[in-house]
C-alpha cells in the first residue's frame, strides 16, 4: 500500500521531528504484529508512506477457523 499526501506544508521543513501515535504504528507496531515492511518519509511538502505486509491464503484462514 502507497499512502502520499502532496501539497502540504510541513513547519520546520524536514528532518527528526517527534512523532506521534500514527507513525508509530507505521514503523513498530505494523512491522511487529504483521511482519510488515514500512517505510516513512517526511518531506517538505507532505508525507509519503509505504507498507508491505504478506496476506494469508485462502488455504491457511480455513484451517485457522476449522480448529
Request: with cysteine; net charge neutral.
Amino acid at each position: 500500500m502507497l499512502w502520499q499526501e502532496a501539497g502540504v506544508a510541513i513547519p520546520g521543513g524536514t528532518g527528526l521531528r517527534p512523532g506521534g501515535f500514527g507513525r508509530e504504528l507505521i514503523e513498530r507496531a505494523l512491522p511487529y504484529q504483521l511482519g510488515a515492511r514500512t517505510s516513512y518519509e517526511l518531506g517538505a511538502d507532505g508525507v509519503r508512506c509505504t507498507i508491505a505486509a504478506p496476506l494469508a491464503s485462502e488455504a491457511g484462514r480455513g484451517a485457522a477457523s476449522a480448529g
